[in-house]
């Protein structure tokens, strides 16, 4: 037992210090000045320095060899501190170092070349960081993990448990429905009109705080601010979200809101006992998305809560040239095909990802060189979505995670779509009646159904499991391909 | 000098983990959710407790003994880190520890009860935050610091080289001539008007932002926030300002600003090669304040800046009952008897402090028991100030410090009135037509005059040194007093 409070209280400070990295994070990103940034990396790498040495502490494996968990969340704790000490300890500190180091400058690189359109500023930063990412992925499968598929040991840190070819099977199997029921909406006759109107700042920040609280957010234990791209920051007693604000589109800040609740409300309903423990977070990126999304798609884009939403509108802003609730469901809902991932409807967005997860595979496995990605983006694009990509900036250049080395993240994207669509099938069976709720702008009976049978548990179970644990049946993408298809052919009178 | 390079390279990275913690306290004070609270209170303790493992690792110790410095700034580093180390060594790291988590639940218990006035409220963590720093000051004592004295030992960290006995000849000095002066000013027959009218708060605070800018406060590396108990924080290029609002009493706002103005200036006014080392901030907290005070009243309150306070305070506010710029400066200098130290005119200010002192000395030294202090500070008060407290907040719960633990700040402030009528004296020598500076807004005569003398040096002098040297002599009472006197008699037209 020693042995076991002796980690367990080592981890607790570690925990700790990395809440207090993530919180430098959420200041730079909504309140640093601007003049502090240079400083900032110094503090940043300091502080991700005594983080890595307490990872790769000899004192943990120690301990690990002789701890024994007093109950089952104690041997899950000491499962999930041993994965990731054996993760860690197979990168070389000098490949650690040269990573973040890279990683960092990468980022700033990518931002100028996004501003430009300049591919070439980019590319010979993206094949040192694709070097590295690779060569970290060659020494995890080197260790075992992944399998020994390099792309699948990088997946593995992000979505534990899943593979690429699993998720490669599941893709296969919703495609060939995405496309058909993708060609039958753009070729339907009736369309939702699109929204023509300027939306007042003030009004659109006051009915994010409207929104964050019908989901449930907590306010006494995070709070909302501006970023340029929204994120959820923190676990435990402070998880704070952002939004931003366009006049001319607030679903941008609506839904960013939403969507970054269902992130912050899974961190906030964690078990209190699991507070800064292995358990205290959410367990995978694959169901954190299913949280951030079924808030955001089944729930909030929902007719009933949809409805509410509509009155809330005309409350703040007056008449925007929407005439009522059933044309303003098809609104929310319109489909069409964009460059933007984060701008995409619930159809065209997993096409997005399969697109991303096929170019990053064959980067992984050294298929696609990085100087032909241009050139695979755009006629993928093209073949994907029948449309060419005019500008970088709308193309290769659109996203910030490869410049930061994060290979193996997208598809958890579709992950959460997925599981999403089986929780969403799970708590309609449990509460028959919830639209009468949502009509009300009252997403409660979900909300708390969601954190009973799944945020509650933080890292207790394995990802597929606590998925499956809450819907009672395996997830599979059946359930949201129903759903998408039910949906839309509906809206668009099909 | 590889031992110095190392010995250098270490403190670099303890001066940023330094800065992330002074960053999570400022966090706590203007953004963080209260639920946070706890939460926040360990990740304080992690990051306190990495702190003091940097700050007491035998390696420094190591490298202290061999550390060659390569000129007299790297001497004065050299010194400085082993004059901390030395008396880090004295703490142990669980007392450490205990302090940094127990002050800061304490800071959010002690905002509980001077919000419902509940003295027992806050008792037993005083109590608990007592005895942790009497713990520090006997181990310190015992190490030699403070000359084997408890309360001079904790004086020490904040005011190197003072003693209190040294600070209690001094205030033996100033009492005399301050009590008379102001018996003088209360028996007056003239005496200014009060302000009688409500200034809205978003004029306050462009006000606001407009008066740190007069003082040359550098937005680029610093922001304005609201905060309960004003204060500075952080230092080199992320210099963060805070200040109140309250709609009767704009000065509050006003002057609030001006002084933490004073420090952050001071902050970011240090040489740039000095940052992340221990030259890279101010010397002590006498000199800061020095800094803090002249700026927000040798300059703020002076007749010249007044006149152009008044002008944008009538652009702003309009008509707000004081006739002209005359009335105005006797307004602003009103001097009258008042519970709040940080709301005192510059007459009654060291009065208050000259209690606290008292008060605190006998907390630290056991003549006082914690649970005798309400009636203790109430009585004296009553006998300095010729009023009753009839509030906690108004009296033992009205300043965060003892929450916190700062045993031995406050003699500070009475330190830096003294050096900044010290400075003040050479300042109007050396600039003589700084009043026309002021009298248009512009303070930058006067702060480009102090940045030469004073800030730019950081850490780099002791701190009599280098007021000893800004100044052309070596500090005393005198120059404040004389300043006080002439001044206050003038406007009460004694």
Not at 314 to 343: K, L, S
């Amino acid at each position: 037992m020693t042995a076991f409070a002796d980690l367990m209280a080592f981890q607790r400070e570690t925990e700790a210090l990395a809440q207090i990295a993530g919180r430098l994070g959420w200041d730079q990103e909504t309140v640093m000045p601007a003049g502090a940034a240079h400083q900032r990396g110094e503090e940043m790498g300091a502080i991700e320095g005594v983080l890595h040495a307490r990872r790769t502490d000899p004192r943990v494996g120690d301990w690990l060899g002789t701890a024994e968990a007093p109950d089952a969340a104690g041997q899950r704790a000491l499962d999930l501190i041993a994965r990731a000490y054996r993760r860690n300890a197979c990168i070389p500190a000098r490949l650690a170092a040269e990573t973040a180091r890279v990683t960092s400058v990468a980022q700033g690189i990518w931002a100028e070349a996004r501003g430009k359109d300049d591919v070439a500023h980019f590319l010979p930063t993206l094949e040192h960081v694709v070097a590295l990412r690779r060569e970290a992925g060659q020494a995890l499968a080197a260790g075992g993990f992944g399998g020994g598929d390099v792309y699948d040991a990088l997946l593995d840190d992000y979505e534990p448990g899943a593979t690429g070819a699993g998720i490669a099977a599941v893709f296969g199997r919703m495609r060939p429905r995405l496309v058909a029921l993708r060609a039958a909406l753009l070729g339907a006759r009736h369309a939702p009109v699109p929204l023509a109107h300027r939306f007042g700042k003030d009004g659109q920040m006051a009915l994010a705080r409207d929104l964050a609280g019908a989901f449930g957010y907590d306010w006494s234990r995070g709070r909302l601010d501006l970023a340029v791209h929204p994120f959820s920051s923190g676990s435990g007693n402070d998880v704070r979200i952002t939004t931003r604000v366009s006049e001319s589109d607030p679903f941008n800040c609506f839904y960013s809101t939403v969507h970054e609740v269902g992130h912050a409300t899974y961190e906030q309903g964690i078990d209190q006992a699991y507070l800064l423990t292995p358990l205290g977070a959410g367990v995978s990126m694959g169901v954190h998305e299913s949280q951030s999304r079924i808030y955001e798609n089944q729930l909030g884009r929902s007719r009933a809560f949809t409805g509410w939403l509509f009155g809330r509108m005309r409350e703040t802003f007056g008449d925007f040239g929407v005439a009522d609730a059933e044309a303003f469901y098809g609104t929310v809902n319109r489909v069409q095909p964009g460059y933007i991932r984060t701008e995409a409807d619930e159809v065209h967005y997993n096409l997005h990802i399969m697109m991303r997860f096929d170019l990053e595979r064959q980067l992984m496995s050294g298929a696609l060189a990085v100087a032909d990605l241009e050139e695979a983006w755009n006629s993928r694009f093209a073949a994907d979505f029948g449309v060419a990509v005019d500008r970088p900036a709308h193309g290769m250049l659109q996203d910030v995670h490869w410049s930061v080395g994060l290979f193996g993240y997208f598809p958890t994207y579709a992950l959460g779509n997925v599981y999403a669509g089986c929780l969403h099938k799970a708590l309609r069976a449990a509460v028959p009646d919830l639209d009468a709720a949502l009509a009300r702008g009252d997403a409660a009976p979900a909300t708390g159904w969601l954190n009973d049978c799944l945020q509650r548990h933080g890292g207790l179970y394995a990802p597929a499991e606590v998925v499956e644990r809450a819907c009672g049946f395996a997830p599979d993408e059946g359930p949201l391909l129903d759903y998408l298809e039910t949906k839309f052919r509906a809206i668009y009178r099909l």
